[in-house]
């Protein structure tokens, strides 16, 4: 075994014991290019300098896990997905378990960074229910691996600039302004939200789910974890249930099975009635939740 591979076998090592975080679920090109930039950051010559420093510089290990784990999210991210969501798929949804006497829906936001994803599916579920004439309420449980990130979702407090892709009516009904151009959702929208520190390597701590929002999430992950995440889904979802992955997402292995398209281009799946499903024992997923 050469240098490079024992410094990656400490540094593997070392993050395991640590943070809990097992790099062999991540594609090994996204880990190295984060890596790398904090090579940079520090001026260490070589893998072997970096991680010396990870073990003695107590304040570079959380650091890395923020280059590791990347949060970009904000409110109505890819306007086009949710607008699809909001004018077809979601009525559809709600229609379907209202009249199966179901009141409450059970969402996912699998991967929430700082809770926007979560709120903006609050909002757009609010939206609908006027529309369609509905009295039904929603539990939407948001989860991340980053307990920074949570504490910014369960703060429910942004700076103003973020909801630049709001209507201005979405923004004065759901929103509170507060000094220092920072805004705060309103208690009706917060109460549909529960933030949780989840870790996908395990296997998901909800059931009998009607929407999981993913997005973003296997494209970091190893084709192997990728197949075992969605297939964890499956198994969490009931029939009829709604997968929304990234853009640049897809189905693989036997989730193709599982699901059939909604809308392709903005990967909208259903789970399909008569497979394996909701209620079942779930494979771990990936690492980062």
Avoid at 104 to 114: E, F, I, N, P, Y
Avoid at 118 to 144: M, P, S
Wanted: proline share 6%; with cysteine; net charge positive.
């Amino acid at each position: 075994m050469g240098e490079e591979d024992l410094a990656w076998a400490a540094l593997e090592e070392t993050l395991q014991e640590r943070a809990g975080l097992d790099l062999r679920l991540y594609k090994e090109k996204c880990v190295a290019r984060r890596l790398a930039v904090r090579q940079r950051a520090c001026a260490v010559p070589d893998l072997a300098a970096y991680v010396r420093l990870l073990r003695e510089d107590p304040e570079e290990l959380p650091r890395l896990l923020d280059a590791l784990t990347i949060n970009v999210t904000q409110f109505l991210r890819n306007p086009q997905t949710f607008r699809v969501l909001g004018e077809s798929v979601l009525p559809d949804l709600c229609r379907s378990r209202a009249e199966g006497g179901r009141r409450t829906l059970r969402a996912w936001s699998a991967g929430c960074a700082t809770g926007e994803e979560a709120y903006t599916l609050a909002i757009l579920l609010q939206e609908v229910w006027r529309a369609c004439g509905l009295r039904q309420t929603a539990v939407i449980y948001a989860t991340d691996i980053d307990s920074r990130c949570l504490e910014v979702a369960k703060a429910a407090r942004y700076q103003a600039r973020q909801l630049d892709g709001l209507p201005p009516e979405v923004r004065v009904r759901c929103f509170k302004e507060e000094q220092g151009g920072w805004v705060r959702l309103a208690p009706a929208i917060r109460r549909m939200v529960f933030v949780k520190r989840h870790d996908l390597r395990l296997p998901p701590p909800f059931r009998r789910l009607d929407l999981i929002l993913s997005r973003n999430v296997l494209i970091y992950l190893a084709p192997a974890h990728q197949q075992q995440l969605l297939q964890a889904f499956a198994e969490v979802l009931t029939p009829g249930g709604i997968l929304v992955l990234g853009k640049v997402e897809g189905l693989s292995g036997p989730a193709r099975e599982a699901f059939e398209p909604v809308n392709v281009s903005e990967r909208i799946y259903r789970r399909r009635a008569g497979t394996s499903g909701a209620g079942g024992a779930a494979a771990p997923g990936g690492a980062r939740a």
